[in-house]
């Protein structure tokens, strides 16, 4: 049954719910916030048509408690809410919810969730409908898993039923590491998740992480909106992401993109998903999870077959058809996204804190999906990314230098972000060719985290250069030390950063 909506709240933060509002108000749509007591001078509260407070700081307090957001609702008079990514996401509950209190959720249906929602569940329902999965095993304790891993061999990967995000996950590389490894994966997800139920697989040796995005509609037409490559990764969370993927062939693709329309037909699935596999180097691909919501790396498939991926959503959560099949969709050029996170670039360990400046990338082909601006707080509370930085080029080699010169212009102060990590990644040559895997970052830490490197003999310099740059950009100042010609100055015959530092870098790194 089709219906127009009216208004629609967000049930997030940050960056994705001010991504979900920028296409409400393209569509005529009101957008309605909410906020903890933390986030009262948010972005996304800000950008809204109206807010609502629901509680204190901790998640648990606020964005966890489904009866504050459907109460929310209620009150502001929402006749849709959109979950955009973690939190209540992909907890059936809400869109039950939802259904009991006359909203429209903007996500696919709670049974799908239910599915798919354990890992163990899924892969034994993608099995039986034909999806190639990790072999594995569901054990009781430490006796059986061994016994399991040595039937399957090692290594073998620990992995909590419930959840995702690299959280109780342990990889066991021999039988006298799986006591250990075993405590320490159900302690995790029971933290997390609050399950502490754990399986094995066998570990895929440097496997490629390429996921298939999917779209349906509630008619039970479904389509592969092609794939992803999230292959880096650190403490298996993701942080690069670009299409089409280096190691995939077209026909891979379809491959791939067919078995994953397959498995969501199985499960009755409609609206955005995404399908994540393990692709080996030999071509041979094996499911891992299906995430049933809009995935954070979204923005690159948006930007190489111009579809507005929350706009279907909300299309479909109104009853409208997709209006297109497989064959109408095609992807064009090459896209990569950076996760800019608020996070020291030496270990990446959270940075919360003031952003005292922000100057964020433009010009052709650049995208930042961000939710900060200058003077507002990175909060300890949640999640510490900042934005998305995302480039679009003809081909993946000028993807790669777009990248570089938005990466050159962005500005954060105040706090630590992962910055000099992206720009040290663009540069090395193993990602340029797009040669990595999984591994990458952990084999490579030393030449991809800390800072940039200054000459010995070019420091007192430089760092008298950066101290002079911060003060010009704080009080607004211009001449010589200004953002126009690159360069800082102590006046005449003052000290100016090399040629081989920006003047944004300076700016960074002070």
Same mark, same amino acid.
């Given at each position: 049954m089709s219906r127009t909506f009216r208004k629609v709240l967000v049930a997030n933060r940050?960056?994705?719910?001010?991504?979900?509002?920028?296409?409400?108000?393209?569509?005529g749509i009101g957008s309605v916030a909410v906020y903890s007591d933390a986030d009262r001078a948010a972005l996304h509260v800000r950008m809204a048509d109206e807010a609502r407070p629901i509680g204190p700081a901790p998640a648990g307090e606020s964005y966890l408690r489904i009866d504050k957001i459907i109460d929310a609702a209620r009150k502001t008079g929402a006749d849709g809410i959109h979950p955009g990514y973690g939190f209540l996401s992909e907890n059936p509950a809400l869109p039950e919810a939802c259904e009991k209190a006359g909203i429209a959720f903007i996500g696919p249906p709670a049974s799908a969730m239910r599915a798919m929602g354990s890992k163990t569940a899924a892969r034994d329902k993608m099995s039986a409908a034909g999806v190639p999965i990790v072999p594995g095993a569901r054990c009781e304790t430490t006796d059986e898993a061994i016994a399991a891993a040595r039937k399957i061999g090692f290594p073998v990967m620990l992995k909590a039923a419930s959840g995702g995000g690299?959280?109780?996950?342990?990889?066991?590389?021999?039988?006298?590491?799986?006591?250990?490894?075993?405590?320490?994966?159900?302690?995790?997800?029971?933290?997390?998740?609050?399950?502490?139920?754990?399986?094995?697989?066998?570990?895929?040796?440097k496997p490629r992480h390429v996921e298939i995005q999917v779209l349906g509609d509630r008619e039970g037409n479904l389509v592969h909106v092609f794939e992803r490559d999230c292959s880096i990764q650190r403490r298996n969370q993701k942080v690069v992401e670009e299409t089409p993927s280096p190691a995939a062939s077209r026909e891979l693709v379809a491959r791939m993109g067919a078995i994953a329309v397959q498995g969501a037909k199985s499960v009755g699935y409609f609206s955005a998903g995404t399908f994540e596999f393990l692709l080996a180097e030999d071509g041979s691909f094996y499911f891992l999870e299906m995430n049933t919501r809009l995935q954070v790396e979204h923005p690159v498939t948006e930007l190489v077959t111009g579809l507005d991926l929350v706009r279907e959503m909300v299309r479909v959560a109104q009853g409208e058809s997709l209006g297109f099949e497989q064959t109408d969709l095609s992807a064009r050029g090459a896209a990569i996204e950076c996760r800019v996170y608020a996070e020291d670039?030496?270990?990446?360990?959270?940075? =919360?804190?003031?952003?005292?400046?922000?100057?964020? =990338?433009s010009g052709p082909g650049v995208r930042d999906d961000g939710g900060a601006y200058p003077g507002c707080t990175i909060s300890s509370f949640y999640d510490p990314l900042i934005s998305k930085l995302s480039v679009w080029a003809p081909t993946r080699e000028r993807a790669v230098e777009r990248m570089r010169r938005a990466l050159s212009e962005y500005v954060v102060t105040g706090i630590k972000t992962n910055l000099a990590f992206h720009e040290k990644l663009f540069v090395h040559p193993e990602f340029v060719a797009g040669r990595y895997d999984t591994g990458f970052i952990e084999r490579h830490k030393s030449e991809l985290l800390g800072y940039p490197t200054v000459k010995p003999e070019q420091r007192d310099?430089?760092?008298?250069a950066m101290a002079v740059a911060a003060a010009r950009m704080e009080s607004g100042s211009t001449g010589k030390g200004s953002e126009m010609n690159g360069e800082a100055s102590g006046g005449p015959g003052g000290p100016r950063l090399a040629p081989w530092v920006s003047h944004h870098r300076a700016r960074r790194w002070a």
């Open positions: 940050g960056e994705i719910a001010v991504r979900v509002m920028r296409t409400l108000r393209e569509m690299g959280k109780g996950m342990r990889l066991v590389e021999s039988a006298d590491q799986m006591a250990s490894a075993w405590e320490r994966a159900r302690s995790e997800a029971k933290k997390f998740f609050g399950d502490d139920t754990v399986y094995l697989e066998k570990a895929i040796l670039p030496t270990a990446f360990l959270p940075s =919360p804190g003031v952003i005292t400046n922000l100057v964020v =990338p310099a430089v760092a008298v």
